[in-house]
Every structure is written in structure tokens, then in C-alpha cells.
């Protein structure tokens, strides 16, 4: 396709994933992205490599920080992969390519929450603390130390992460990765998972103030020096 | 003037104030509670620190062998579909 017929065509280019149409309407195309996935098409299959290689850490995160089983999130990323490759041609250039590819991985993991969904009477067992309205109350009003990003470097840090992510209600936990991990707007969250924006909000909320209770322990300074005193400072 | 706003109401509201889905007029009131309630502001520090960890790439890692797993996966593919 030409850049001067990108440039007006008029419908959004769409991929149907997953029962869900995903459109784009900007205009991103990268050169380098654009001549790959061109030798893809032409049958050189060893491109797809160079041109997944560097998004597959966000496929695995957008995946991982849905599904909380590791190995889950390894299938719906090596599934979204295979999807993107078998409809390489329908993908039209007007998104990056690591933006399509991250929302189709979205998407089975979604799907795949949901096939889980069917098998359970709950989503979770922890059903968090609430005053008598029913709002989440945060657990803990002490000074917050902020975790540096630096922090993440270590392990504990990046596990309790993910241990913070995993004790989430599957509703929740989408809310927060598409929001906080994948950066999409509420708006488009809301779009996304069929939900009114107010809900989005509510469910945020909710996602984020138990996420800070789940990371408290780190705030004495443990999540940056690797120490662990932290478990004799916090009562929980 | 600015109206007083309590401790649980700021809760309800401060994942809003972060991502700025408020009024001006509940803006200036939670910056005011803000001042003079400890608690609150480590409530808003946390809640804002989480959002800064989790969006940042480093936070979740690939697995070991990941990519040689994908790879296996893809060639295999291609060969079942006669294209390899």
C-alpha cells in the first residue's frame, strides 16, 4: 500500500479479533516496521522474528498482567503472536505494529480470562475491607516512601508486583492493566471491556488503593536496598 | 471559600484527582485536605507511586526461554501450514 493511499483512506483500517473489531485511525506507519512486515507478506517468514522481537516483552506483559498464572500468560502472548502472523495481511500500517499486536495480545488474554470465568463460582475469595457503604478503606496511613523505579531492578520488588497483581479480582485486575500497564485511556478501557466509564473509575480506584496496601511493606526502604526487616515492622 | 471535604470522600475520589476526572472546585478541595491530612497524602503518594511503578516497562519481565518457546511454536506452525 502506498503512503499516498494511507493517507486517504477513509475507513479505519480493522482487525476482527476475538469476536471484537480493532480499529485504528492515526497514522504511525515506521519505515522499518513497514518493509518487514512487506518481506513477511512476500514469504521471507524468518522477518516476522526481527519484527516481533521487539515487542514481545509488552505482548507478555499485557498478557501476564491479566491472566496471573505465568504459563496462561505464555500461551495467550505465543497465541496473539501466531494470530498476528496468520493475519499479517489485514494489518493496514495506520497503528504501530507493537500497538496492534499488544491489543490483539489483550484480547486472548481477555478471551482466555473469560473461558477461566465460566469454570469458577467466584472470581476471588479476598474480598478487601470495606466501611459500611461499601467502599475499599486503605489499609495503611503511614508516611509513604516512595518506590523509586529503580527499585525494579531487584526481584522483590518485581515479584511482589506481581503478587499484589495476582491478589486483584480478575475485574479489577483488567481494569488496572488496561489503564495503568497498557496506558489506554478510560475511556477506551471502558470501550474495550463493555463497561460505563463510572464503572472503570469505581473498579480503579479499587485496583489501585489495594495495590499501595499490597506494596506498603516495601515503604521502610526494603524494596530498594533488598532488605527484608520489613516483615518485622508491618504487623500484616 | 473552599468547603471541607472528609477523609472518605477524598479515598472514593483520589484515583480521579490522579488521573485529573474532577471538577476544579473538588480539585481545590482535596489540595486543601491535602495540606493538613497526613493520612490522605500518603494515601494520594502511594496510589500515585503505584501507578508509576506498574505502568513502567521493568516491572514485569519475560520468562527464561521465552522467545526460544515462541520460535519452536511459529516454526512448527509454518511447517504444519506447508509454508516452511
Known sequence: M???????????????VGGEILAFTKSQVDPLES????????????????LVRPCEHAVFMATQAILKNEADAEDAAQEAILKAFTNLAKFRGDSKFSTWLVRIATNEALMKLRKERRHKLHDSLDDGRKDDKGNYVPRDF???????????????????LSRALASLTPKHREVLVLR????????????????????????LLRARLQMRDALAPGMDGSWSTGRR????VRPW | MVIEISCEEV??????????EI???LRARMREHFKGCKHCTAVLDGTRNVVQLVGDAKAFLLPAGFSDRLYQKLDRKLSEDGRL
Do not use: C, M
Open chain 1, 229 to 232: 526487616e520489613y516483615k518485622q
Open chain 1, 142 to 160: 503511614a508516611d509513604w516512601r516512595e518506590i523509586p523505579s529503580e527499585a525494579l531492578q531487584t526481584k522483590e520488588l518485581r515479584r511482589a
Open chain 2, 23 to 25: 471538577t476544579p472546585q
Open chain 2, 11 to 20: 479515598w472514593r475520589e483520589v484515583s480521579n484527582y490522579l488521573d485529573g
Open chain 1, 2 to 16: 502506498s503512503a499516498s493511499h494511507r493517507r486517504t483512506a477513509l475507513p479505519a483500517p480493522s482487525l476482527r
Open chain 1, 35 to 50: 518493509e518487514l512486515i512487506q518481506r513477511v507478506l512476500r514469504g521471507q517468514h524468518e522477518a516476522f522474528r526481527e
Open chain 1, 180 to 203: 495503568d500497564v497498557q496506558h489506554f485511556t478510560i475511556e477506551e478501557t471502558a470501550t474495550r471491556l463493555g463497561l460505563r466509564k463510572s464503572a472503570v473509575k469505581t473498579r
